[in-house]
């Protein structure tokens, strides 16, 4: 006769699959693979969306992994903070990047910042990211992803995207708006993904996580330093020249903050965006009838683009500090509690998307948010969304086929992560020249 599984020994299975659950979503390892981080979003924001997390040598927080508490806490700015801790990171890795700064965090860049700071800070460059201000940056995207394909057209069939194509196309775009040479692109790139993506094998600088982020981070700030001493002595149309010469709230920048402006811009200013390129084109590639029905239909490209955020959802978690007692979904939440958001679990919250892990080019609507949402919504989100198109557009109107050819593989971070390496190859169509001759 077969005995009915006791309550407690339900319970215990419960808290043990969530538990696991939880070291996916907050691994390094997890976020390199869907197929196991879907299913652990899946089962917390079934069983625990607001779970309380407690591992040694990591100081507790809450996991929120449901779409509506995430939008709650994002647009409730003065019941939550950024800047007391904005990042999950281990305590040691913490303890080595303070005593690098003296301060709580390793940078204070506008992700970092709470009102009044937020604001003034962010108002500094906001304009040069508004849509009249891109007009001119639009057009020369357009001669911009032309010539990105046009270079690996012209030496080889096969390459890797995310490596040949989308990194160096958008590091291009935010160099430019900062005015560095296209010369210092590689190595700026190099550094800034280091700092963002510490944890990853294929970024680190070091051994350790924070001894990686240190490392980019100095080399990073002597560069910036030697950009803005320049710019202070001969001032350019460029966003360095800005930043050099802001007085955000009626006197100059701050050093800490002048090259934590920098850093965010390189680091947010590129990387995400290029996850999100070569993240697309996987997904284009894993669903053949979705890239067949977006050749036949170019006008979807937009709804694409939408879908393609939504699906790769670069930035993986921020987080948020309690500043009162409050609650979110009816659980009380105490002053002084810490709140990881994780995006990519909202995004694909079944309860606001149909079909949620399936790839769909005319998803409407589709208010996802890997953009954030409220007060610290990504400044550059018009930017990134013009470049994609450029890029997707040229793309799909020089090739008649796209194959993956080897192994994809992802970047091992909890905080950035997507598409690192995507080869392929491309069949080019042939131009009209050719098909004169």
Known sequence: MSVAPSSSS?????????????????????????????????????????????????????????????????????????????????????????????????????????????GAYRALIQGAFAPPALRETELWLAH?????????????????????VALPFTFRVIGRMLGTPEADDARLARLAQAFVGAEDPQRRLAESPGDTMRMAMLALRDYFEAVVADRRAKPRDDLASLIAHAEPHGAA?????????????????????????????????????????????????DSAIEEMLRWTTPVRHFMRTAVCDTEVAGQPIREGEALALFFHS???????????????????????IAFGRGPHICMGLQLARMQMRALFAALLQRTDRIELTGRVRRVQSPFMSGVSRLPVRLNFRALRSEAAE
């Open 346 to 368: 909202a995004n694909r919250d079944e309860a606001v998307f149909a079909e949620a892990n399936a790839f769909r080019i005319d998803r409407s609507p589709n208010p996802h």
């Open 253 to 301: 920048m701050p050093h800490y903050e002048l090259i934590s402006y920098f850093i965010l811009l390189v680091t947010a200013g590129h990387d995400t965006t290029a996850l999100a390129l070569a993240g697309g084109l996987e997904a284009l590639l894993a669903a053949p009838d979705q890239m067949a029905r977006l050749r036949a239909e170019p006008e979807l490209l």
């Open 144 to 164: 911009w992803a032309a010539e990105m394909i046009d270079r690996v057209a012209s030496r080889v069939r096969s390459f890797d995207f995310a490596v040949d």
């Open 10 to 118: 339900q319970t215990d299975r419960r808290s043990v699959a969530i538990d696991r659950a939880v070291d996916v979503v907050i691994s390094s390892r997890g976020h390199a693979s869907p197929t196991r981080l879907e299913s652990a979003c899946a089962l917390l924001r079934q069983q625990a969306p607001l779970h309380w997390v407690e591992r040694p040598g990591v100081r507790p927080f809450r996991a929120v992994t449901r779409y509506a508490d995430i939008l709650s806490i994002e647009t409730r700015g003065g019941e939550f903070a950024a800047g007391p801790r904005t990042y999950l990171a281990s305590e040691t890795s913490e303890a080595v990047l303070q005593r690098v700064t003296g301060k709580p965090q390793l940078v204070r860049s506008l992700t970092e910042m709470d009102p009044p700071d937020h």
